[in-house]
Structures are given as structure tokens and as C-alpha cells.
């Protein structure tokens, strides 16, 4: 158990629909990451906020938001859902920005759209 | 299981022998490379890491090496037991910024671990 818990483990929704998805990180990480993982893009980064402010952007599409709360858990919200938006993201937390490859992944949520 | 990627690469061992898993990886100016396992179901675990100005770092029945010259990355496995199983992922960080959790992953390797 990484510490981290993701919120819904399965999701099904419809295209054009909009999803929102959860994450706690480790108690007393002020990290936080999201990652999409496909079978054909792999582990993508998306996005990463630190104590609340947006640090780091990958390729995440505008219909993509993502926001940390002062309690510091993070939501992942996905609009305007398309048939590719399916794959599991993942929620990664970690204490600081670096200087570390170690991240702390939760178990994912499983977004499929029909 | 989790499938990660239609065409990945795959290392099969009977169980006590030694593993070497390989990358490639693009970017010489990254701090640090890390490997990850993922099992079935679950989210990538950390398992080592190197920073750029390494060349090997062990850990418990793990070592890495990194091999500037040709960018390229390995993990060895000691003694692989079919706990081991998993897809592993390369994975480098950005060179300094503000954010060495936003990793650049590998495509992946299937490790099948046979009793």
C-alpha cells in the first residue's frame, strides 16, 4: 500500500460526458502528480501541483483540469469525454519537488468511455 | 492482468536466476533515472534510482547501472523470484526545474519469473 488512494477505481461514462477523478496523497506530501497510462501512449505525465500551485504541465489536453485543495488532496477533471480519453490515470504524491525519481503511486482509476 | 502496451518487450527466467532488464533513454541532460515495477492491478512501485553522475548504485537484490557514453540504462535482479513478476519501466526525470516528479517513462518490459 503506497498511501495514496484514488477515487473511483472504475469509471464508465459516455462520450461527451465529464468525470471527475480523486486523490489523496500520502499524509505530508505536498506533491502532487497525475499520470495517464494507455496502451498506446504508455505512462504519460500530465500534470503536477505543489502546496496548491501548479508547477509543471505535460501533455495535458484542454479539455483536462486539474486543481490541489488546501487539504491537499487533487482532482482530476475530464470533459467533453472522447473514446481515446480511456486509460488509467494515475495520482502520485511525493514530499518534495526534488531532487528524487521517487514518486508514490496510488492504484489508479479506470476511465472507460463508450 | 494490466496490459501496458500491445508489442512490449519480454525477459522470461526460471526463478533463481539472474535478471538484466535494458533501456534506452533519450535525454542526456536528465538528473536522475529510475526504474519502476507495476504488477498486475496495481500503480508503479519505485524500486532504485541513479543519479546522472553515477554509473552504479545497488540495492537489495538490485543494481543499476548507467552507461552515459551510449544512454543506456539496466537493471539487474539477483536471484529473480516469481514475486519479480511485473512490467518494469525506465523512467528519467528532467534536467533541474522545479519538478522531478515529472518522469519521462519507457515503454516497458513484461518479466515473467517461472517457478
Known amino acids: 500500500d503506497s498511501g495514496v488512494t484514488q477515487t473511483p477505481k472504475h469509471l464508465i461514462t459516455a462520450t461527451g460526458q465529464r468525470v471527475t477523478l480523486r486523490c489523496s496523497p500520502r499524509?505530508?506530501?505536498?506533491?502532487v502528480y497525475w499520470y495517464q497510462q494507455s496502451l498506446d501512449q504508455g505512462l504519460q505525465f500530465l500534470i503536477h501541483?505543489?502546496?496548491?500551485?501548479?508547477?509543471a504541465k505535460g501533455n495535458i489536453l484542454e479539455r483536462f483540469s486539474a486543481q490541489q485543495f488546501p487539504d491537499l488532496h487533487s482532482e482530476l477533471n475530464l470533459s467533453s469525454l472522447e473514446l481515446g480519453d480511456s486509460a488509467l490515470y494515475f495520482c502520485?504524491?511525493?514530499?518534495?519537488?526534488?531532487?528524487?525519481?521517487?514518486?508514490?503511486f496510488g492504484e489508479g482509476s479506470r476511465l472507460t468511455v463508450l | 492482468g494490466e496490459s501496458v502496451g500491445l508489442h512490449l518487450p519480454t525477459l522470461s527466467v526460471q526463478e533463481g536466476d539472474n535478471s538484466i532488464i535494458n533501456c534506452a533513454y533519450s535525454?542526456?541532460?536528465?538528473?536522475?533515472f529510475i526504474w519502476y515495477k507495476q504488477e498486475s492491478g496495481k500503480g508503479p512501485q519505485f524500486i532504485i534510482d541513479?543519479?546522472?553522475?553515477?554509473d552504479k548504485r545497488q540495492g537489495q537484490r538490485v543494481t543499476v547501472l548507467l552507461n552515459k557514453t551510449v544512454k543506456h540504462l539496466s537493471l539487474q535482479i539477483a536471484a529473480t523470484q516469481p514475486g519479480d513478476s511485473a512490467v518494469y519501466f525506465c523512467?528519467?526525470?528532467?534536467?533541474?526545474?522545479?519538478?522531478?516528479?515529472?518522469?519521462?517513462f519507457g515503454q516497458g518490459t513484461i518479466l515473467t519469473v517461472h517457478p
Open positions: 541513479i543519479r546522472s553522475n553515477m
Open positions: 502520485a504524491s511525493s514530499v518534495t519537488t526534488g531532487p528524487t525519481g521517487e514518486l508514490f
Open positions: 523512467a528519467e526525470t528532467p534536467a533541474g526545474g522545479t519538478s522531478y516528479g515529472k518522469l519521462t
Open positions: 535525454n542526456s541532460a536528465s538528473d536522475y
Open positions: 499524509s505530508g506530501d505536498l506533491s
Open positions: 501541483y505543489y502546496n496548491g500551485e501548479e508547477r
